[in-house]
């Protein structure tokens, strides 16, 4: 980590704990080497109504004053929590919560004397563009097709031709397959087509049992979508419904009709579906083991690069159930889609189950592994579980019933090996008449399992559920498969309990570990950079890219497989957590893999839906914090308020964002493409284009998507998408005082402030934060969000708003409102944004020609704006 020598830190000089935390706070500055990454956090962010804990590691052993800043300036402060030794990484760790601050921000940075956490941003969309990041990654994987330039754009990231590539292994070039594969030598004399798929990991093997629960992971992701019991997002928050549509995630089949997310795993299924033995032939209707070359390439190599042979590995029992049980997912899922397909899917499912009856132990020898990894399972008795389950939940044929009721469930987690618990989730999540009673028993199975898991997150010092024992290869995929059933559970209970462990869990891969070090190519300030691919290999070479955002590195592994890891990480395994080295070479600790994305890929969908409107039920409360901070330095109140006093606080102040746009200008229009802003196609007519060197969203697409999504002059989300917002707060119980913290605080972002005043109306209650931001400006024009915030406890029922300018400042188009008047302005609620339940936001935006040089920022009123 960076070291940074302060010589002073100067006192806040607050007022309640001024002699205490001043002092502190000096003593610990003086010629102390300040740590950059402590406290740890999650470097992307946090969402405003859900957990925020951060982990400050110290020899301390009693609590210690912390503050949050903005900018320079506190907006939050308190004391940490001693928690004691975490036993995984040896550390001596105190927790810090900062789940009463819910105003939103981005450039904030914890500290604790002279310590300071790497900035985060709190917003409902802090982990939206991760989500598609996260997703993007199978196509940048794909196999048998090029990567074009304009699909090569992600959640966070642009188009780059850097990352875009020739197709691999169509026997073009140097390639030797994979349109025509040969068995491995003296073991069939037939070849496959089998050009589809997605390359595993950091080499280009193919294989099924891993390619089976990833796909499945994406599929259920799917699935959850449409069966999900606890939809609690909420109008104008993000849904995964709305999420994973036809042209969300931009990608060659954008615009066929059909969900972007379905059509890349259909990718993957074709694979699948093409590896199984061909009727006719010896064990028709079994599935080949994998597909790989015949002898170990070294990096840096591009798939088209590739010049060894490949060939296809033995059939196994393993890999025939695992085609079994995602032909008939697939099934199911495409039966209203693509009927043709559906049934492709299930016949070939119902083939391989078949043949794995008569071949019920043909295990994989582990004799083919030269040029590949193994992926040997010698126990398929789960497999068939999974694969009867499925099976039964898509056909109802009772001959599958014997399978899952003679098999006992005894995992509390699962993988690539381990396929029990993917047969329980389907069970439990998908519903039929034939399965109710399985159903019912499956949740309370799913229920009882993350339990085991919350009590082990919070037993750990950085609230991970895993045991000392469980840091092996590929610890983070253990991470991220234990919290998909932890989220299954609140699905199936409500009990916020079992969201918040998902939230904390994500924060652990993203930056909240003792490495202070986000797991996520590009998901931070200190990330994975160097992860073990064949292809994203710009750390040998600069010829070839560094990683994309969003691919999650394999995690902590205290086996120490390969030479690197063991003779750069010698000693570690007494604490298994700290088992880790950003090393290309370090394949054992820093691979990447099909079946390590997906998961994470799933909690973020589940995550960003659960932040839209959902309100804090279960903090932990393990630090304390002051809820109202007077600074004397600037003379103005700085208040933090959760969601569930916001009734009890409202009087007396109420919270204030004020925020500058980037300097980057936007002109015009523009697309929020469900959280992430894209260009409007200028030429392109329908779907997704490539313009100017940048990937665009015609018109036509992008004013298809539901509200609040669609065309927008604005940045979408909050004032953390901008370049220094802050989080400040004005006390109407000293009116100089604020007037004076307002002045500040407009110097110190260039004239960029929020207000709100009274409800001209007197019959109507004030209970919202009403605020206006400036999004972006020109030469003579300028977009502006306002946001209405529910502080109260009871349900708004229409809403309406009221400005004027001084400055001869005019609008010209607005949206997401029905806006009247020539200044002074009205705005009034459209037929599905008027009701905002406690603790929801609702935002529409305006778009303008400016009065002056600078975009003047209006006093706003209305019927339920706090004053």
Not at 341 to 369: K, M
Request: aromatic residues 10%.
């Amino acid at each position: 980590m960076k070291k940074k020598t302060f010589s002073c830190l100067p006192a806040y000089g607050l007022k309640k704990l001024s002699t205490l935390i001043s002092a502190a706070l000096m003593v610990s500055a003086i010629n102390v080497q300040a740590e950059e990454g402590n406290p740890r956090v999650n470097q992307i962010g946090y969402f405003p109504n859900s957990p925020k804990i951060a982990v400050y590691k110290t020899t301390s052993t009693s609590a210690q004053p912390w503050q949050l800043t903005q900018n320079g300036v506190t907006v939050a402060s308190g004391l940490t929590a001693p928690y004691g030794v975490d036993a995984a990484s040896g550390d001596n760790v105190h927790r810090i919560d900062l789940t009463s601050v819910t105003a939103n921000g981005d450039g904030l940075v914890l500290k604790v004397g002279a310590d300071a956490s790497y900035p985060f941003r709190i917003s409902t969309t802090a982990l939206n563009g991760a989500f598609y990041d996260a997703l993007k990654y199978f196509y940048h994987n794909r196999s048998g097709i090029a990567i074009e330039i304009p699909y090569t754009a992600g959640g966070t990231y642009t188009a780059n031709s850097k990352w875009a590539r020739p197709a691999g292994h169509l026997n073009a070039g140097a390639n030797k397959g994979d349109n025509n594969v040969p068995c491995w030598t003296g073991t069939c004399n037939y070849s496959l087509n089998v050009t589809k798929g997605w390359y595993d990991a950091g080499d280009h093997g193919k294989y099924v049992v891993n390619g089976g629960i990833s796909v499945w992971t994406l599929l259920n992701l799917h699935e959850r979508s449409l069966y999900s019991n606890n939809d609690i997002s909420t109008v104008g928050a993000f849904k995964l419904s709305n999420a994973l549509i036809d042209n969300s995630l931009n990608i060659p089949e954008s615009g066929n009709g059909v969900s972007d997310l379905l059509d890349e795993a259909r990718w993957q299924l074709e694979f699948l579906l093409a590896m199984q033995v061909p009727a006719g032939q010896a064990k028709a209707g079994m599935v080949h083991h994998k597909v790989h070359d015949v002898g170990w390439t070294g990096l840096p190599l591009a798939p088209h690069e590739d010049g060894q042979q490949r060939a296809l590995v033995p059939p196994s029992t393993a890999a025939t159930l695992n085609v079994a049980a995602t032909g008939a997912q697939c099934a199911r899922i495409w039966k209203n889609i693509d009927a043709a397909f559906a049934a492709t899917c299930l016949t070939a499912a119902e083939r391989a189950w078949t043949a794995a009856q008569t071949n019920p132990a043909d295990i994989y020898s582990g004799n083919y592994d030269n040029g590949g990894g193994g992926y040997g399972d010698k126990t398929v008795a789960d497999d068939f579980y999974w694969a009867a389950a499925e099976l039964y939940i898509t056909t109802g044929n009772s001959k599958y019933l014997s399978t899952i009721n003679n098999y006992t469930i005894t995992r509390t987690d699962f993988s690539w090996a381990d396929t029990e618990l993917p047969g329980l989730i389907s069970l439990a999540l998908v519903p039929t008449d034939y399965t109710s009673s399985l159903r019912t028993a499956a949740k309370q199975k799913i229920i009882s399992i993350a339990d085991i898991h919350l009590a082990t997150q919070n037993q750990s010092g950085y609230l991970v559920p895993l045991s000392n024992k469980e840091f092996y290869w590929g610890s983070n995929s253990g991470v991220t498969n234990k919290l998909m059933l932890v989220g299954l559970a609140y699905d199936f209970t409500g009990n916020a309990s079992y969201a918040e462990g998902v939230i904390k869990g994500l924060d652990y891969l993203l930056g909240r570990n003792t490495l202070s070090t986000s797991f996520v190519t590009g998901a931070g300030t200190k990330t994975v950079t160097q992860p073990h691919h064949r292809f994203w290999a710009g750390a040998l070479n600069a010829s070839y890219p560094w990683a994309p955002p969003g691919a999650l590195s394999g995690g902590p592994n205290a086996g120490l497989e390969d030479d690197v890891s063991a003779s750069r990480l010698s000693g570690c395994t007494s604490k298994p957590a700290t088992c880790w080295i950003d090393s290309i070479d370090a394949w054992s600790t820093n691979e990447i893999t099909i079946n390590w994305n997906a998961p994470y890929a799933w909690l973020l969908g589940f995550a960003n839906e659960y932040a839209g409107g959902t309100t804090q039920t279960n903090s932990s409360g393990s630090s304390s914090s002051s809820s109202v901070i007077r600074s004397s330095s600037s003379a103005s109140s700085i208040a933090t308020t959760s969601s569930r006093s916001s009734a009890a606080t409202s009087s007396s102040s109420s919270s204030v964002i004020s925020s500058r746009s980037s300097s980057s200008v936007v002109s015009g229009l523009q697309c929020n493409w469900y959280g992430t802003l894209y260009p409007l196609c200028v030429t392109t007519m329908n779907g997704w284009g490539y313009e100017n060197n940048k990937s665009c969203i015609s018109r036509s697409t992008c004013a298809a998507q539901p509200a609040p999504f669609g065309i927008v002059g604005t940045t979408p989300g909050s004032a953390s998408t901008s370049s220094a917002s802050s989080i400040a707060a004005t006390s109407s119980a000293n009116s100089t005082a604020s007037r004076s913290s307002s002045s500040a605080i407009r110097s110190s972002v260039s004239s960029a402030v929020l207000s709100s005043s009274r409800s001209s109306s007197s019959s109507v209650i004030a209970v919202a934060n009403c605020q206006y931001v400036i999004s972006n400006e020109w030469n003579n024009g300028f977009t502006a969000a306002i946001r209405i915030k529910n502080n109260g406890t009871s349900v708004i029922n229409g809403w309406n708003l009221n400005w004027n300018f001084t400055d001869g400042s005019r609008i010209t188009s607005s949206w997401n409102a029905t806006l009247s008047g020539s200044n002074p302005y009205s705005a009034t609620n459209l037929s599905w944004n008027g009701t905002l339940s406690p603790g929801q936001t609702i935002e529409f935006g305006v778009q303008g020609s400016k009065g002056s040089s600078a975009a003047q920022i209006p006093v706003l009123s209305g019927n339920v704006c706090q004053p």
